[in-house]
């Protein structure tokens, strides 16, 4: 057997061994359907009811009427986050107060619902 024979005769073997462990290789791998997938659903935001309670317990001052904010020096921005909530890191106290008023110059953390 010359040479070039030999060296097809590898190349093709070679192929096949490839084509035959990798398809068993991507057995092993496959994805199943959509439909075995196990399915993660988001938490879903509380209702406004409850948002009240939430801000307290997160040390935070509920402020509703409308304007549906909680605020605090210390609000965490994961407790916003997780509630759907958008979160500032620094809005005046005196926000929603009249501009005549005195106002202290403090960072309020608040989470807008």
């Known amino acids: 057997m010359d040479r070039s024979k030999f060296l097809v005769y590898v190349t093709i073997a070679s192929i096949i061994a490839a084509v035959f462990f990798g398809y068993k290789y991507y057995q092993r791998l496959q994805i199943p359907p959509p ?65 005549l008023l005195q106002c202290a110059e403090v960072c309020m953390r608040v989470c807008k619902f």
């Not at 040390?59 to 909680?70: A, Q, S, V």
């Not at 605090?72 to 106290?93: A, K, Q, Y």
């Open 35 to 99: 439909s075995e997938l196990p399915i993660e659903l988001p938490n879903k935001p509380p209702t406004q009811n409850n948002f009240s309670s939430l801000c307290q317990a997160a040390g935070g001052t509920w402020i509703g009427d409308g304007i549906n904010e909680c605020e605090s020096t210390t609000l965490p921005e994961d407790f916003c986050r997780e509630n759907g909530g958008t979160f500032s890191e620094c809005l005046s106290p005196c926000r929603h107060s009249s501009p």
